[in-house]
């Protein structure tokens, strides 16, 4: 299945990040380089950019996508360690760093990938990195009932979370869950009917187990600390959520950098996100919004944050 992934909100992130030519700008879910390859396009010889991401599939198209450009280097790996990263490539600082947050449109499209719960037949897996051995799959049929409780209020909000819990704990003893179809007949007889219009009722189900099979929520808060510590004076970094706790966990850690760090030279550059946050109240960007996320979308949640 060819890699198709339509960048959001590209020209505020471009914008965003403020790119010198020669500078060294990181993407650190580069994806299929929608974002990335107007960034290299904005570099001269001397600038470098570093695309990393957990899905080796996903760098395959980036590859594709930037090779008539020379000066970039992609990494398989997880933003969450991006100190570790540019120390092995020998780098100390950069000018400015991406990081657009949650699944693809690739990875909800590809049936083999399981992480759609519009399509019956395909095998629960929701692996962003299929080289861990932990998936969906696993965790739906081995976690105890009340973790899957825990997880599914938690990372999916979701009002019935403990009927669906107690469901997939009732369903398993049976039969082994094995496709997001048997996944998504329990989640709908878990809610009650006249609760189930409001949207797919697997909807925030599916989203708590993709976000604990990739723990992308817990290392948040850091990742964006670590990413601040990362910049050279007067560097950026963009960040795109898609949903509160992403974003809940984005606002916690600038507004712990800002008060850590007032007293040194990225205090003027932290006041600068506090004056520079993009709405999204524009059309244009709001269609590009809703077909990223193929729902109704509120604009005022999704922001980028510059440092």
């Known amino acids: 299945m060819e890699f198709k ?6 020209k505020e992130c471009i914008e ?5 030519s020669n500078g060294i700008y990181v993407d650190g879910t580069i994806g299929g380089a929608g974002h990335s390859l107007e960034i290299i396009k904005n570099l001269n010889e001397n600038g470098l950019l570093i695309g990393i991401d957990k899905d080796e599939e996903a760098l395959q198209a980036a590859k594709l996508k930037l090779s008539e450009f020379s000066n970039f280097k992609l990494i398989h790996g997880n933003h969450d360690e991006l100190k570790e990263i540019l120390e092995k490539e020998k780098i100390d600082k950069v000018d400015g760093i991406l990081l657009d947050l949650g699944v693809s449109s690739y990875q909800l499209d590809n049936k083999e990938r399981g992480f759609s719960y519009m399509d019956d037949e395909s095998e629960l897996d929701m692996r962003m990195d299929k080289t861990k051995d932990f998936s969906a799959k696993d965790l739906i049929n081995t976690y105890p009932e009340e973790k899957l409780y825990e997880i599914i209020d938690k990372y999916g909000e979701e009002r019935f979370a403990k009927r669906i819990a107690k469901n997939i704990c009732i369903s398993r003893k049976q039969k082994e869950i094995c496709t997001t179809g048997e996944l998504v007949d329990i ?5 009650p009917e006249k609760f189930s219009h409001s949207g797919h009722p697997a ?3 599916f989203q708590a187990i993709r976000i604990e099979v990739n723990n ?6 850091n990742t964006v600390m670590t990413s601040i510590n990362m910049l050279k004076p007067q560097g950026r970094l963009c960040v795109i959520t898609f949903h509160s706790l992403e974003d809940r966990a984005v606002k916690q850690a600038y507004t712990a950098a800002s008060r850590s760090l007032h007293m040194s030279e990225r205090f003027t550059i932290l006041r600068m996100w506090c004056s520079i946050t993009w709405k999204n109240n524009n059309k244009k960007a709001n269609n590009s919004i809703r077909r990223r996320t193929r729902r109704k979308f509120k604009s005022k949640k999704c922001k980028i944050k510059n440092i």
């Open 5 to 10: 992934h339509k960048p959001v909100l590209l």
């Open 16 to 20: 965003g990040l403020n790119i010198k």
């Open 187 to 191: 989640i709908k007889k878990s809610i």
């Open 203 to 205: 909807k925030k189900t």
């Open 216 to 221: 992308e929520i817990e290392p948040l808060y």
